[in-house]
């Protein structure tokens, strides 16, 4: 089993639509939780920190539930530019001197006119 | 800042050959990474480094080397290059474990 596990879409949209995006994780003392975007052949690049009580960022909002091992991602109002890939990511318990993250494989958005 | 530097952008190897994908940070960080992404998966980390003189394995370290003589550089040597080291290889730094982690363009390598 995949320490991070996203499906990988594609989730197509049409402009203005609601589209949420989930993540399950295997280590239940994992510490940190991501999202990463990464548009295509670029690096991926900070979408949003993910905590406990759940934050949003304007049009976006993350969740957390430690219970389910169970990330998410809410994106509101979707616009064109919001295409791309979408990866949720995990700091490894053990890990707080290392920083090493783990991936998952990323869920594609394609928002449509 | 330039932030993550990566050198070069794209390069074709034929098998057998050998390369160092360069990559560097002018932003102090301490800490270091190389990932591999192949299509249509996440990123898989090769090595990483927690500060100057420091390297340990990823996930995937066989068939690399890295070295870290400086805080700034943190260069990749593939030997004996294989088919499938045929990646987008992204390398990234940060400067503590609870700080943002940033990304270089990556370099394409195809191994034919």
């Known amino acids: 089993r995949k320490e991070v596990e996203q499906d990988p879409g594609p989730f197509n949209v049409p402009e203005g639509a609601t589209v949420a995006f989930n993540c399950t994780y295997s280590?239940?003392?994992?510490?940190?939780f991501f999202w990463y975007r990464q548009d295509c052949r670029k690096e991926p690049k900070l979408l949003m920190s993910v905590y406990s009580s759940g934050n949003e960022d304007g049009r976006f909002t993350a969740q957390l539930n430690r219970a389910s091992q169970y990330i998410s991602l809410l994106i509101r109002d979707s616009k064109l530019s919001d295409s791309a890939t979408y990866l949720c990511v995990v700091l490894r318990e053990g890990s707080s001197n290392t920083g090493k993250l783990i991936f998952g494989q990323g869920t594609t958005l394609q928002v449509k006119p | 800042n330039a932030g993550v530097t990566q050198t070069p952008k794209f390069r074709i190897l034929k098998i057998g050959q050998s390369m160092t994908l360069q990559c560097a940070q002018d932003m102090n960080h301490n800490y270091m990474y190389w990932y591999r992404q192949d299509p249509g998966m996440g990123l898989k980390l090769i090595y990483y480094s927690v500060g100057a003189g420091i390297t340990d394995k990823g996930e995937v370290p066989n068939g690399y080397n890295v070295s870290r003589s400086t805080t700034e550089d943190f260069p990749l040597r593939l030997e004996l290059a294989a088919p499938s080291q045929t990646s987008v290889y992204f390398c990234?730094?940060?400067?503590?474990?609870?700080?943002?982690?940033?990304f270089g363009p990556g370099t394409r390598l195809t191994v034919l």
């Open positions: 990234a730094s940060r400067k503590g474990v609870s700080d943002t982690q940033y």
């Open positions: 280590n239940s003392a994992s510490q940190s």
